[in-house]
């Protein structure tokens, strides 16, 4: 069965870089979510997006930005990246319009992103 | 305010010891899904359960089970007879109302089965 891919799967940037981070959802899951996960932290939420409008926003920082398109894929956009934006990136899919799926969310594999 | 803990942020057991992971839940919402995720050395989160609040039965699969009690507030996630491969970090999360959502984790509890 598909799952959703995130890509790249690792990506070392250096501070003051720019980094772009791309989810490829489930087909026919029209809502994409982001978190970040800090070493040794939980998984945070970063912001959602639903038909390609911003659902929801979470802790991002000014310097990221994202968007959803019109084929549902996502991206997560990383400016002026500093060392504390090394984490792994998750990106989860559902779909929006009626009760949860019995798995709930899908997660991608992540993307681990380091910066030095 | 919605919020999940996981006060036990590290357990080690010897193998075929049964370990019992703790979460308490709070949410104002009368509709919400609890859920365990499992987080391996390799990084991915492996989806375990989901449970809705209207559903206080609880559910064993082979050597998992859930333990969910709407009056203290707990979703409590027990390994039986635990294996090394059940070495990972798990994570409790819960989403508010009925359809999509953000999750909220709690902190998560490392598990270290030792051989």
């Known amino acids: 069965a598909a799952g959703v891919i995130q890509s790249p799967r690792h990506l070392i940037k250096e501070k003051r870089e720019t980094a772009t981070l791309k989810c490829y959802p489930i087909p026919r899951h029209d809502t994409v979510y982001w978190y970040q996960q800090g070493p040794g932290q939980d998984p945070q939420f970063l912001i959602s997006f639903y038909e390609k409008m911003q659902s929801d926003k979470g802790s991002i920082p000014d310097r990221f930005s994202a968007q959803q398109f019109s084929d549902y894929h996502s991206e997560l956009n990383m400016s002026s990246l500093e060392l504390g934006d090394s984490a792994l990136y998750f990106c989860?899919?559902?779909?929006?319009?009626?009760?949860?799926?019995?798995?709930?969310?899908?997660f991608g594999s992540g993307t681990r992103l380091t910066v030095v | 305010a919605q919020k999940v803990t996981q006060a036990q942020t590290e357990i080690s057991v010897v193998e075929k010891e049964d370990v019992t992971l703790d979460c308490v839940y709070e949410t104002r919402d009368t509709t919400y899904y609890l859920f365990w995720y499992k987080q391996p050395p390799s990084g991915e989160l492996v989806f375990l359960i989901r449970r809705n609040s209207f559903d206080e039965q609880n559910e064993i699969s082979g050597r998992y089970s859930w333990n969910f009690q709407k009056s203290t507030s707990s979703f409590n996630f027990t390994i039986t007879a635990s294996q090394v491969v059940d070495s990972a970090v798990y994570f409790c999360?819960?989403?508010?109302?009925?359809?999509?959502?953000?999750?909220?984790f709690g902190q998560g509890t490392e598990l270290s089965v030792k051989p």
């Open positions: 999360a819960l989403k508010a109302g009925n359809q999509g959502g953000k999750l909220i």
């Open positions: 989860a899919s559902s779909p929006r319009s009626g009760p949860l799926p019995s798995y709930g969310y899908t």
